[in-house]
């Protein structure tokens, strides 16, 4: 029999899976990560007595590959939801899943082997009523044990085209008042089965100068260009728009 023919180049980019910073290593270390957000459910009582505490993913040095985003551990934090951006998925079928994991010691010091939840879904936009199958045709949930060094997870699913996708990264202490450990989180992944992983694309991100990007109108806005770019060459051009 002959060979296939190979996919052309238009079918080979078909696949390519892109999510926002899913790298980590767009950020500035010490600031929030951009493409990513929290949902914090606080015990009020705890964390009011801490006001000098961050709650928010943060940009940090040591990932399993450059960079890392890292969810610190405060008290007073009963569960939070790590929330990537949308992205879309071009065809149905079946992708893997992947990432870095590791954990911290918590606010106490303590470092607890405790289980992280994988939620991986997309959003039918034109019911916000309904059976949950109806909300959400792809809803995929895992759990992971992040050990104290790096460890990659993976994790399968089928997929259908047409959604807005997201993953959120839920971890909860229960029943106890205890600190959250810290976790870290690398190289986040979703590739089509079976297909290697496609190269990151160009990424660029305005990093403003204070964490809460609120501003007064009249007040000077200051923020820091950064882009992630395949190229080479010692400089490129690109090309930034400001709309009020």
């Not at 109806?134 to 699913?157: C, I």
């Not at 979703?190 to 109108?217: H, M, T, W």
Request: aromatic letters at 12%; proline letters at 8%.
């Amino acid at each position: 029999n002959p060979a296939p023919a190979p996919a052309s180049s238009q079918e080979a980019q078909a696949d390519v899976v892109s999510i926002f910073n899913s790298s980590f290593d767009m950020g500035e270390v010490g600031k929030p990560t951009p493409g990513f957000y929290l949902l914090n459910f606080l015990l009020p009582e705890i964390a009011y007595q801490h006001p000098e505490q961050t709650y928010a993913t943060l940009t940090a040095e040591g990932g399993a590959q450059g960079t890392c985003m890292r969810i610190p551990s405060v008290r007073g934090l009963q569960e939070y939801n790590a929330q990537s951006d949308w992205f879309y998925l071009p065809r149905d079928g079946e992708v893997e899943i992947s990432f870095y994991a590791k954990a911290g010691p918590g606010a106490d010091g303590v470092c607890r082997e405790t289980p992280v939840g994988l939620d991986f879904r997309c959003f039918n936009l034109e019911s916000n009523y309904g059976p949950v199958q109806v909300r959400y045709p792809v809803l995929f949930s895992r759990s992971f044990t992040p050990g104290k060094e790096w460890q990659r997870f993976s994790f399968r699913t089928p997929v259908k085209t047409g959604y807005p996708y997201a993953f959120w990264f839920r971890h909860t202490a229960g029943n106890t008042t205890d600190p959250l450990n810290t976790l870290e989180l690398d190289e986040v992944r979703v590739a089509y089965a079976g297909q290697s992983q496609a190269p990151p694309p160009d990424e660029l991100v305005a990093i403003a100068d204070r964490d809460i990007a609120a501003f007064q109108q009249g007040e000077t806005v200051r923020f820091q260009v950064r882009a992630l770019l395949q190229s080479t060459a010692a400089e490129e051009a690109v090309r930034l728009e400001v709309q009020e």
